[in-house]
């Protein structure tokens, strides 16, 4: 049965960084890309990034291209989103989801449960 | 980076079709996705390729595209189709942006 499964929530300072990780349950991560979206409380979605896990090949939102990194690890079937220099606007549920790439369609079909990420001081 | 407009809610009866609309400039050259998401939930893509439903959506869910608006149609609208919509195109680096939402009440 295919899951994707993430970490617990996390709290961070202003400043800090977070790894969120997003393991592969049921199926070989390699086969797949992971797709990231995150989400602020009572905001609209926010499309983050996805990464190919077959070359590692990862494509970042212009706006936070610099600040975040995807990698993935086909030994232990897990995918990592690493956020940087964290503000109060990082703030919010980052989802990842099981992702096919084809014919130049992105197409999520299994999501991870979310992880809530809270900035504060 | 570019914008999709949506309306920000949609009210519908029981068994009426409801319409929401995205409108933006990449919309002629890019496909478009639809996601539907629920309270404390992880969103669900419901429409890809404009008008493609994803194995296991109902039948009930359409989509079309004309010019810079897309929009997808709920007909014969139940209970459970509340919640969030969202679009979603690709700009031509191959990157993502979502709508602004709409927020489906079934009355």
């Known amino acids: 049965q295919v899951q994707v499964v993430q970490s617990g929530p996390e709290v961070k300072k202003p400043g800090a960084s977070v790894k969120v990780a997003c393991e592969a349950v049921g199926y070989n991560l390699g086969s797949f890309g992971i797709t990231w979206v995150r989400q602020p409380p009572g905001q609209g979605l926010e499309w983050m990034g996805w990464i190919s896990a077959y070359d590692g090949n990862a494509h970042y939102s212009q706006r936070l291209q610099g600040r975040i990194t995807m990698t993935t690890d086909t030994g232990t079937n897990t995918a990592y989103l690493e956020v940087r220099s964290l503000g109060s606007d990082d703030t919010a549920v980052y989802y990842c989801a099981r992702s096919v790439y084809v014919n130049r369609l992105l197409l999520p079909d299994y999501w991870g449960q979310g992880t809530l990420v809270t900035v504060s001081s | 980076s570019y914008e999709l407009t949506q309306p920000p809610s949609v009210s519908v009866s029981p068994g009426q079709t409801a319409r929401i609309t995205c409108s933006g400039d990449a919309l002629p050259k890019e496909f478009a996705y639809w996601y539907q998401q629920k309270p404390g939930q992880a969103p669900m893509l419901v429409m890809y390729k404009d008008t493609e439903r994803p194995s296991g959506i109902p039948e009930r869910f359409s989509g079309s595209s004309s010019g810079t608006t897309v929009t997808l149609t709920i007909s014969g609208v139940q209970a459970e189709d509340e919640g969030d919509y969202y679009c979603?195109?690709?700009?031509?680096?191959?990157?993502?942006?979502f709508g602004t939402g709409t927020k489906v009440t079934v009355l």
């Open positions: 979603q195109t690709a700009d031509s680096s191959g990157a993502y942006v």
